[in-house]
């Protein structure tokens, strides 16, 4: 059974940082493309950013390109997000998903995926 897990939102001032985490069972994480998406009230759905199985190569969507960092570690079967300098418009829930497409398509078209997690609130707000 393939089940994606997130964890790690909350509430957190503007400019503060959080670490979300992914844990990936039901098939092996070493062979996935992982990417996380975010959806706003109000808000179209926004890739946000993928890390490819192959060369661990990183895409980011410019809104948050340097201050967003993702990371995989295939041992502990989790893809990281770590989220710098957060401003308000960061507000969401963020879900981590295995895209059917190469991670750079995932970044404009975030709804191509299989699996996706229940999703975990991250709040900026002072």
């Known amino acids: 059974q393939v089940q994606l897990v997130e964890s790690g939102g909350g509430l957190v001032q503007p400019g503060g940082s959080l670490r979300l985490s992914c844990v990936a069972s039901?098939?092996?994480?070493?062979?996935?493309?992982i990417g996380w998406f975010r959806q706003a009230p109000g808000k179209e759905r926004e890739g946000v950013s993928c890390?490819?199985?192959?060369?661990?190569?990183?895409y980011y969507a410019d809104s948050v390109k340097g201050r967003f960092t993702i990371s995989r570690d295939n041992a502990k079967i989790t893809v990281y997000l770590q989220m710098n300098s957060l401003e308000p418009e960061d507000t969401a829930v963020y879900f981590c998903a295995r895209p059917t497409v190469d991670c750079s398509y995932f970044i404009r078209y975030p709804n191509q995926y299989d699996y996706w997690g229940q999703g975990t609130q991250v709040t900026v707000s002072s």
């Open positions: 039901g098939f092996t994480l070493d062979y996935a493309d």
């Open positions: 890390i490819s199985r192959r060369d661990r190569r990183t």
